[in-house]
């Protein structure tokens, strides 16, 4: 942080937003929450598209998933954090690796992801996908959150029921051995979520990464060790959150 950014006393300077008529309580709180949130002006400063690439590189850093050649799939990518993160990672600019990054909004190019405006949950979707891969993918990853409604307990329904959609498509583009990393929230119905995924994966635990807002309860479910469509399901191995 620079010294312009300090007060006097050397701690950093909080930014307040002026009371404005044509803004509601809640956005004049999410404005100055991001003025003064350090993660948004470190990826202004280096040159990441959203703040959410340093919850992929965190949890990257953990759990070793992002691997040089690998096949990525980014659902929900825009406005292109992860799939930014993960092209530095795959080594895209020496033309390893491959990833598809699909969502309903627009997204500005990124060098070497390829991106398709289009629905997941539309039936040509997987195949459409595999095409593009040009082959089945190694990682599923979403950062993917449905709109909130102000209500916790209506958003967490929502989000877990967007995430098992993502899981159902996950299974239908992975490669065995493949990993599934997707948003969740702390509430307790996600638990047929994560039985679900123990049939299909070796390996499922949540992840907080530090980067995740103290005061938010969003998770990510992390699933490793796809055992491929049809394969006889195995112990799932659990593990504590980090």
Same mark, same amino acid.
């Given at each position: 942080?620079?010294?312009?950014?300090? #007060?006097?006393?050397?701690?950093?300077?909080?930014?307040?937003?002026? &009371? =404005?008529?044509?803004?509601?309580?809640?956005?004049?709180?999410?404005?100055?929450?991001?003025?003064?949130?350090?993660?948004?002006?470190?990826?202004?400063?280096?040159?990441?598209?959203?703040? /959410?690439?340093?919850?992929?590189?965190?949890?990257?850093?953990?759990?070793?998933?992002?691997?040089?050649?690998?096949?990525?799939?980014?659902?929900?990518?825009?406005?292109?954090?992860?799939?930014? $993160?993960?092209? &530095?990672?795959?080594?895209?600019?020496?033309?390893?690796?491959?990833?598809?990054?699909?969502?309903?909004?627009?997204?500005?190019?990124?060098?070497?992801?390829?991106?398709?405006?289009?629905?997941?949950?539309?039936?040509?979707?997987?195949?459409?996908?595999?095409?593009?891969?040009?082959?089945?993918?190694?990682?599923?990853? =979403?950062?993917?959150?449905?709109?909130?409604? #102000?209500?916790?307990?209506?958003?967490?329904?929502?989000?877990?029921?967007?995430?098992?959609?993502?899981?159902?498509?996950?299974?239908?583009?992975?490669?065995?051995?493949?990993?599934?990393?997707?948003?969740?929230?702390?509430?307790?119905?996600?638990?047929? *979520?994560?039985?679900? *995924?123990?049939?299909?994966?070796?390996? $499922?635990?949540?992840? &907080?990464? /530090?980067? =995740?807002?103290?005061?938010?309860?969003?998770?990510?479910?992390?699933?490793? !060790?796809?055992? #491929?469509? !049809?394969?006889?399901?195995?112990?799932?191995?659990?593990?504590?959150?980090?």
């Amino acid at each position: 942080m620079s010294a312009a950014e300090r #007060g006097s006393d050397g701690r950093p300077l909080k930014v307040k937003v002026k &009371k =404005s008529r044509t803004r509601t309580s809640s956005s004049h709180k999410w404005l100055e929450r991001q003025l003064n949130d350090p993660y948004v002006a470190r990826a202004r400063r280096e040159g990441w598209r959203s703040r /959410a690439a340093f919850k992929l590189i965190e949890m990257d850093e953990k759990a070793k998933l992002l691997k040089r050649g690998m096949r990525v799939v980014d659902l929900g990518a825009a406005p292109g954090g992860w799939s930014q $993160v993960a092209a &530095k990672k795959l080594g895209l600019a020496e033309g390893h690796g491959r990833i598809v990054a699909i969502d309903l909004l627009e997204m500005d190019p990124i060098p070497g992801v390829i991106f398709a405006q289009l629905d997941f949950l539309v039936p040509e979707a997987p195949a459409r996908l595999l095409e593009m891969l040009d082959g089945p993918a190694d990682l599923v990853m =979403s950062d993917m959150a449905a709109n909130a409604t #102000g209500h916790r307990k209506t958003d967490h329904l929502k989000i877990v029921a967007l995430v098992e959609l993502a899981a159902d498509f996950a299974r239908q583009v992975l490669a065995p051995g493949g990993a599934f990393l997707a948003k969740v929230l702390q509430g307790g119905t996600e638990g047929a *979520l994560l039985a679900d *995924l123990k049939r299909d994966f070796a390996s $499922v635990k949540h992840v &907080k990464p /530090a980067a =995740s807002r103290a005061d938010s309860a969003e998770l990510y479910v992390l699933a490793t !060790g796809f055992r #491929g469509p !049809g394969v006889a399901s195995a112990p799932a191995q659990d593990a504590d959150p980090d």
